[in-house]
């Protein structure tokens, strides 16, 4: 009995030492994650930056949404989190003026699951009023969140998204980056739990623990 504890002891520190090995294999550049060039810079010195690339009017970013909260809840203590709005289309751009109108109220982290459906309830969105419309059922004051939405802040936040999408090679949502280097979608992962993997590898890649 104590050869065979030895024996699966002895098994399980084999597979522990081979897990980063393993990893490597397993999520393969230029398949399940792709390189950006150039690399692009972050927002937050000291920390693995890992972006989604979202919009309220994507069903898949809906649907991720839950998968995102649960990895936010357990993510490495060395990445940090941030949404970049998607501008690709004139509704997309003004649900981006939305989370940024959000974001400068301090209500976006609240707001955020809710407006999904809220969005969905909508129907249409062809101007800034609709997307207040869709903050003013969640509670926000309507009068507030159009000053903000068209504020000199917010407008330059949905130019700067505007601008960096294409630098990150991001042409669909919901898409990943990592450090600014590193792109990844549900596509290229393949399902959930794998694009979750794949950024925790990314990550590890990036702090030096992978």
Same mark, same amino acid.
């Given at each position: ?10 098994? #399980? ?18 398949? %399940?994650?792709? /390189? ?52 690709? +289309?004139? %509704? ?31 129907? /249409?969105?062809? +101007?800034?009023? %609709? ?21 000199? $802040? ?17 042409? #669909? ?33 990036? $702090?030096?623990?992978?």
């Amino acid at each position: 009995m104590n050869a065979f504890r030895r024996l699966l002891s002895a098994t #399980a520190l084999l597979f522990a030492v081979a897990s980063p090995a393993v990893l490597a294999q397993e999520f393969a550049e230029g398949k %399940d994650f792709f /390189r950006i060039e150039p690399a692009q810079p972050t927002a937050t010195p000291g920390k693995v930056e890992v972006l989604e690339a979202f919009s309220y009017g994507c069903g898949a970013c809906a649907s991720v949404h839950p998968h995102v909260e649960a990895w936010k809840k357990r993510m490495p203590a060395a990445a940090s989190f941030a949404y970049l709005p998607a501008t690709f +289309s004139p %509704d997309f751009a003004l649900l981006a003026r939305g989370y940024y109108a959000a974001e400068a109220l301090g209500i976006a982290a609240t707001t955020h699951a809710k407006v999904f459906e809220a969005v969905r309830s909508k129907g /249409r969105i062809t +101007s800034v009023d %609709d997307v207040a419309d869709v903050y003013a059922s969640l509670g926000a004051d309507r009068a507030a969140f159009l000053a903000a939405a068209n504020s000199f $802040a917010v407008n330059a936040k949905v130019k700067r998204a505007t601008q960096v999408l294409p630098r990150y090679g991001v042409d #669909a949502t919901p898409t990943f980056i990592v450090a600014g280097k590193y792109r990844v979608t549900g596509r290229s992962a393949g399902s959930y739990e794998r694009l979750f993997q794949i950024i925790d590898f990314l990550v590890a890649k990036e $702090a030096g623990t992978g």
